[in-house]
Nanobody
Framework: QVQLVESGGGLVQAGGSLRLSCSAS????????MGWFRQAPGKEREFVAS????????YYGDSVKGRFTISRDNAKNTVYLQMNSLKPEDTAVYYC???????????????WGQGTQVTVSS
């Protein structure tokens, strides 16, 4: 099993960019599908993006398509979320997740990071 630690969150103005990182410890990172979810106060958890073990297939939630890009570097045991054209409604705690099968919006990954706060000011 892997352990996940997110970083890169912070405060940014609308229209700006941030890159989140999720570093994994433990063996067999490259065998895991990885994903990002977010949760804003008072709202349900929302699927943001996911990527297969080889990095060849990516999936995005409708609200972030065309603005966010997920990628991974298996040599560094790290998955990234590049977030461009940020909007105030992107404000949330962002969580990294790992799963042994494809991560979709309705998935319940069995491994989660602690989360990192992203705040977008208007």
């Amino acid at each position: 099993q892997v352990q996940l630690v997110e970083s890169g969150g912070g405060l940014v103005q609308a229209g700006g960019s941030l890159r989140l990182s999720c570093s994994a410890s433990g063996r067999s990172f490259s065998t895991y599908y990885m994903g990002w979810f977010r949760q804003a106060p008072g709202k349900e958890r929302e699927f943001v993006a996911s990527i297969n073990w080889g990095g060849t297939n990516t999936y995005y939630g409708d609200s972030v398509k065309g603005r966010f890009t997920i990628s991974r570097d298996n040599a560094k045991n790290t998955v990234y979320l590049q977030m461009n054209s940020l909007k105030p409604e992107d404000t949330a705690v962002y969580y990294c997740a790992a799963h042994l099968s494809r991560i979709a919006a309705t998935s319940s990954p069995n491994t989660w990071g602690q989360g990192t706060q992203v705040t977008v000011s208007s």
